[in-house]
């Protein structure tokens, strides 16, 4: 998984190790030898390798440490910010990490028996986590807040919200949560039929009006139903909508105004890559969302939405979509994301 990123990464421990001139610990003596070969500056200088590399090894050898400084590293920095974008990673964010990690490396003593691209690790680990930090905890949510929860789920087209909606009441519904679902995707004929077999193969109870009725009106039927029943949690579907369709995002405010619901989650495909990343961005700033699910995980995917997404929004992840069924609904776990890529 994340292939792409981890070369990225991989590449610019490379770079930066190179730099130092401390190798690799499968590469290195047991040893310091006491003075660099002549020779063997020599052989790496005809190579074409940069003066400053032997420079800096000759320095390292003699001073059994290494003080990295920002031309170091700066090309590195600058090719890694490229892999970033390159995987859908956006520019304000590959910028920052950079930053991150420059900031961090620079300056840095690096000792003989250090481990570059260990160090490289931890810098990148650090700036990506601080993306992802956030207290809050579905979960915990969940049992703490009053009931009804009442939760929307918004995005554009076909991005997974019904497939996640089912997902998620059946972990609730599993957990013992008495869960109602609220079709507010009246606009396409559809999807009534698939929320309605969603709730039959669930067991669960489905509030539908009919086909171009008001959505706001289903939600809000759907929260006096839960009140009047003592359900625990409301989950309204909502059409798919372009964030670029005025009308459409009025229609969303509207449910929002109407329904007030507890949390707005914001659901995306991460196939999608940047393209999710303005979503959610735009989503954001019309109806103020609480927290992001990323579907469709299970396929190729470069990672760098997940990091975007986050920082776009400035909302955690909270859930990731696995795979078609209803159990492939995993929590997002950031320390997870970050070894995956990391190592
Ligand atoms: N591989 C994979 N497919 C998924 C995942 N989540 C949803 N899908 C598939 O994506 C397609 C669209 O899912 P829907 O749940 O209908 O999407 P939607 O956002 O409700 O669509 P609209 O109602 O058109 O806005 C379906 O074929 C789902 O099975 C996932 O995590 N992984």
């Known amino acids: 998984m994340f292939k792409k990123l981890k070369d990225g990464v991989n590449s610019l421990k490379n770079k930066v190790e190179e730099k130092t001139g401390i190798k690799k610990e499968e590469n290195r003596p047991e040893e310091i030898p006491e003075k660099l070969d002549q020779e063997e500056i020599k052989e790496k200088t005809e190579k074409g390798k940069k003066t400053s590399l032997t420079t800096k090894a000759k320095k390292f050898i003699k001073e059994r440490k290494v003080i990295l400084d920002e031309k170091d590293i700066e090309d590195a920095i600058s090719d890694f910010k490229f892999d970033l974008i390159e995987n859908d990673v956006a520019f304000d964010v590959a910028e920052k990490i950079g930053e991150d990690v ?8 690096i000792k003989w028996r250090e481990d570059v691209g260990e160090i490289v690790n931890e810098s990148l680990r650090n700036s ?22 009442v939760i929307i ?4 087209n076909g991005v997974g919200k019904t497939t996640t909606i089912a997902k998620m009441a059946k972990w609730l519904r599993d957990t013992d949560y008495k869960t109602v679902l609220a079709n507010g995707d009246t606009f396409r004929a559809g999807a009534m039929e698939q929320i309605t077999k969603h709730g039959e193969k669930l067991n669960l109870k489905v509030i539908k009006h009919q086909e171009g009725s008001d959505p706001a009106a289903v939600i809000y039927d759907a929260v006096e139903f839960a009140k009047a029943n003592e359900y625990d949690i409301v989950l309204g579907d909502t059409a798919g909508r372009m964030h670029t369709d005025v009308n459409l995002m ?8 109407v329904v007030d619901p507890d949390l707005v989650l914001f659901v995306d495909e991460a196939v999608a890559g940047s393209d999710a990343v303005e979503r959610s961005r735009e989503f954001n700033e019309a109806i103020d969302i609480d927290a992001s699910i990323l579907t469709k995980i299970d396929a190729d ?43």
């Not at 930090?133 to 009804?148: D, L, N, V, W």
């Not at 990091?307 to 069924?325: D, H």
């Open 102 to 109: 420059k900031e961090d490396l620079v300056g840095r003593e």
């Open 128 to 149: 990506i986590l601080s993306i992802f930090e956030s207290p809050f905890q579905f979960k915990t949510y969940i049992e703490e807040k009053e009931k009804p929860i």
């Open 301 to 343: 995917v470069s990672g760098g939405a997940a990091i975007s997404v986050s920082y776009a929004t400035n909302n955690p992840i909270i859930f990731v979509g696995t795979g078609q069924n209803y159990d492939d609904l995993k929590k997002f776990d950031p320390e997870w994301f970050v070894d995956e890529i990391v190592g």
């Open 250 to 257: 009025d229609q969303i405010k509207k449910i929002k105004r």
């Open 153 to 156: 789920f918004v995005g554009t």
